[in-house]
């Protein structure tokens, strides 16, 4: 019985699969969208936690293609006429060999056999021509697939759709020529799909190569992110990234980049994996992907972010990108792919733009010659310094002297839905006196008492000065160089659905809270930071807190890359951003409203279109300061500015 496989299922598979079969006829069975069959028939409890996934075709085509089929097919079409290149060609084709370490119910699997068997027949053909033979003895062989997968009953859904896809291949090799049948009976042994934790298993072991062996991993790992894993997986996510700072933060799929990019290493060995665009952007660039180049591979080619949808009863799309990698020496040539779009590119960076691999740190003062960034002004008073309108005005109406004693208060949430917020602002030099007023002393002794029954030391230390803000951020030594100035504030968190982050120019007498602040700040570098090139920096180098942009003067801020802009060109940006700024007033409503959410997946909502106008005028100003001739997208923007950035971090070092 060499060559062949004895195939037992557990129970629970045995009966899913024959209560699946009677939904519909094995003949018209999609061995592909077998696990999607299944799940319509699964238990809730089952489905929910199955490692199963179901991707479609054109998706599972836009890995497979440039990693390995497109290469095949080239060859072909070189080959056609020459019958030695033809044999050549399918000794090849029988010699490469094909993992998915988290394959699910095997989708990669099966549509992978099933090309390498068509691309075989049509050889088959070809070599027909040429010596007239009707013998087709198939080369490629189930036992050339191998798979990882957690859950036993996937494993078992993926052997048995590769059985079905097998003889369906064969059924249609015997319909293009004729009364030719392989046995499908007993059973081809599959290579190896192996039950187990992907993390904790040998790869090589499972399939052993050497350095010339043409071995090709691909698939769809799970994509938990950092902060949304079980504390489970942190065991398994611990000896593989541990060693990184921070490594807690990094998504579940970083650990199937890095194991591969160890198992290609020094070897023609390739890997192309569907991943969140997550591991392209923000901090976790900079903690991934230097563990992956240290490994001696690169990227060679990459799909920028899309909707990656699948064939499962309830399908849900979420946005990745899908990355490709070989061993540098290997790799003749990178393309980079944007919708429809392909681009022959020297080098793509790890944010998937074609430049140097490039990589933004944080840096904790401004490289670029702005003025300082620096969070607000943090209160730890449960609320008891804060006062709404109308308390604001009670006090007022009692006590008119309190006065000097109040400012306005403006965070994130003020600043986007225009509320009107108020705090007591006291210092070494006027505490005293203001305690004369019942209401504010009344207020100082709640802030005492919150700080005191705080579990943090840090918080209780305060106490001491419980009359004034626990931290007053850059405020304080700006107040002592000048009475008025100009504050931008920069919202921490903000939609990534919006074109523009808003932010805006207040005056000295309004103190921020949980925002970013750039106090003395000119009005030319609002409409900088308000322009579209900020936001391709911004949207790829800052980090996310669910589906929102994080603002962070340390990744985003102080690495922005700024060119010399001349006094003119500051009057340009000056004027526009007045514009913009006199727009939003006269249009009303909120900063919220204004902006909208037009790149919302539900319910987007339009940004005002006299605004979106304004802000798409000063984009072209600020353009020109950049390149003389007009960007053709973000991803051009952004190349631009990662090589800025790369030769401010040369000057400084």
């Not at 919006?498 to 609002?526: F, G, Q």
Request: aromatic share 10%.
């Amino acid at each position: 019985m060499s060559g062949y496989a004895l195939v037992v299922f557990s129970k629970k598979s045995r009966n899913l699969i024959i209560e699946a079969g009677e939904l519909i006829g094995w003949d018209k069975v999609n061995p592909d969208i077998l696990g999607s069959m299944l799940q319509a028939v699964a238990s809730e409890d089952k489905r929910s936690h199955l490692g199963m996934h179901y991707t479609s075709v054109p998706n599972i085509m836009k890995v497979i293609n440039p990693l390995f089929l497109d290469d095949l097919h080239e060859e072909f079409e070189k080959a056609k006429g020459n019958e030695t290149k033809l044999n050549n060609l399918l000794e090849r084709m029988r010699k490469m060999k094909f993992m998915d370490p988290a394959c699910g119910s095997g989708n990669f699997l099966i549509i992978t056999y099933k090309e390498l068997r068509r691309l075989e027949m049509d050889i088959f053909e070809e070599l027909g021509k040429i010596n007239n033979s009707t013998m087709y003895v198939p080369t490629i062989d189930l036992g050339q697939f191998y798979g990882i997968e957690i859950e036993d009953f996937a494993v078992d859904v993926t052997r048995l759709s590769l059985y079905i896809a097998d003889h369906q291949m064969n059924l249609e090799l015997k319909r293009r020529y004729g009364d030719y049948l392989r046995e499908t009976l007993p059973l081809h042994k599959v290579g190896d799909i192996r039950c187990g934790n992907a993390l904790r298993l040998d790869w090589n072991e499972i399939l052993p190569h050497e350095k010339d062996d043409e071995v090709y991993l691909f698939g769809n790992p799970p994509y938990k992110g950092g902060k949304s894993q079980p504390k489970e997986y942190k065991k398994y996510t611990e000896p593989i990234i541990g060693h990184i700072k921070g490594w807690k933060n990094l998504d579940y799929i970083t650990c199937w980049f890095i194991l591969g990019s160890k198992y290609i290493s020094n070897s023609k060995a390739k890997l192309a994996f569907v991943t969140t665009n997550s591991i392209t952007q923000g901090e976790q660039v900079s903690m991934l992907w230097p563990e992956v180049y240290k490994n001696n591979v690169d990227i060679d080619f990459a799909y920028a972010s899309f909707k990656w949808g699948n064939n499962a009863k309830k399908n849900a799309g979420v946005i990745v990108a899908i990355i490709g990698l070989s061993d540098k020496k290997d790799i003749k040539q990178r393309k980079l792919f944007n919708g429809n779009k392909i681009r022959l590119v020297d080098n793509i960076s790890p944010y998937l733009t074609d430049g140097l691999n490039v990589i933004v740190t944080k840096s904790s003062k401004p490289i670029n010659n702005l003025p300082l960034m620096s969070l607000g002004n943090m209160a730890k008073d449960g609320g008891n310094f804060m006062l709404n309108k109308g308390e604001k005005e009670q006090l007022l109406y009692e006590y008119p002297e309190a006065k000097k004693y109040i400012k306005k208060i403006m965070g994130s949430k003020e600043l986007l839905n225009n509320i009107s917020r108020y705090c007591i602002w006291l210092d070494d030099g006027n505490y005293t006196e203001a305690m004369s007023i019942p209401f504010i002393k009344r207020r100082i002794e709640q802030v005492r008492k919150f700080r005191l029954d705080s579990t943090a030391q840090s918080t209780r230390e305060a106490a001491s000065y419980s009359y004034r803000f626990k931290q007053r951020g850059h405020y304080d030594e700006v107040v002592k160089l000048k009475n008025k100035f100009n504050v931008i504030i920069v919202p921490r968190v903000t939609s990534e659905s919006r074109l523009y982050v808003p932010m805006d120019m207040l005056d000295a007498n309004t103190i921020v809270s949980d925002s970013m602040a750039i106090y003395d700040a000119p009005l030319w570098l609002l409409g900088l930071l308000e322009s579209r090139m900020h936001m391709a920096w911004l949207r790829n180098v800052v980090g996310k807190l669910g589906t929102s942009y994080r603002y962070s003067s340390v990744l985003t801020y102080n690495t922005f890359p700024v060119p010399d802009l001349s006094t003119r060109r500051k009057r340009e940006i000056e004027s526009l951003i007045a514009d913009i700024l006199d727009i939003r007033e006269e249009e009303g409503g909120t900063l919220a409203e204004l902006y909208g959410s037009p790149l919302a997946a539900k319910n987007p909502k339009p940004m005002n279109p006299r605004l979106l106008k304004a802000h798409q005028e000063l984009d072209k100003v600020v353009d020109r300061a950049y390149k003389s001739t007009d960007f053709k997208d973000d991803n051009e923007r952004l190349a631009l500015l990662l090589n800025m950035y790369s030769e401010m971090i040369g000057k400084k070092g």
